[in-house]
């Protein structure tokens, strides 16, 4: 019930494309959804997040899309640039400030020229 | 930018050995965890500390493992006596009390248990 699934394993997306990474959770009472990027040899680092009473989260070039009813929430980079390339991490975690996120098992995502 | 930050970067060690990861957490962030990255694969849960004590740990977090705040700026993760499948990346991450619950991760401490 802790677990969140996280797809694609890895992504090559060209310049300019977008890329889309899908992660899915089974516990409801989740109610915080971050990104991390972690680029190789650093640590995690916020990149956007959502909370479920919005549908969707717009920074930048970066997008949340949040589906409360399928417990299923994606991000999509749009003008996807070769400085994205990176592994990305889904998480969640439970209403408190102390509580620990659970992290997807990762998306390597490469963008070609 | 305030940071965390964690040393050493590297350590390697005999299985057996103790070992002491330390972390300087963000200056007024209240919450702080370790976590740990097995080369390739996902960030797990260690071990979750507030207010001088442990809040919450993993099943991975075992008798072997222990942490403490000794002098109210470093945080510390001690591994009493090491195995092969302790070798991993080590994040130590802060929280500050209040508002959007962001995790600030240092940029690890990578051991390697020979």
């Known amino acids: 019930q802790q677990q969140v699934k996280q797809s694609p394993q890895s992504l090559i997306v060209q310049k300019g494309g977008i890329s889309i990474i899908n992660c899915a959770y089974e516990n409801t009472a989740f109610d915080y959804f971050p990104w991390y990027q972690q680029f190789p040899g650093k640590g995690p680092a916020l990149l956007i997040a959502?909370?479920?009473?919005?549908s969707e989260k717009k920074e930048g070039r970066f997008t949340i899309s949040f589906n409360k009813s399928a417990k299923q929430f994606s991000l999509h980079i749009m003008d996807s640039q070769p400085g994205d390339s990176a592994t990305y991490f889904c998480a969640a975690s439970r209403p408190g400030t102390a509580s620990k996120l659970t992290f997807g098992t990762g998306t390597r995502l490469q963008v070609t020229l | 930018e305030p940071e965390v930050t964690q040393t050493p970067s590297h350590q390697v060690t005999q299985m057996g050995q103790e070992v002491i990861l330390r972390c300087v957490p963000i200056s007024n962030h209240l919450y702080f965890y370790w976590y740990r990255q097995i080369l390739g694969q996902k960030v797990e849960f260690l071990v979750s500390f507030y207010n001088n004590e442990i809040s919450e740990k993993s099943e991975i977090f075992d008798d072997q493992f222990s942490v403490e705040r000794p002098d109210g700026s470093n945080f510390t993760l001690k591994i009493r006596s090491t195995k092969l499948e302790d070798s991993a990346m080590y994040f130590c991450?802060?929280?500050?009390?209040?508002?959007?619950?962001?995790?600030?991760f240092g940029e690890g401490s990578r051991l390697t248990v020979l």
């Open positions: 959502i909370r479920p009473d919005v």
């Open positions: 991450a802060s929280r500050e009390g209040t508002g959007t619950g962001e995790l600030f």
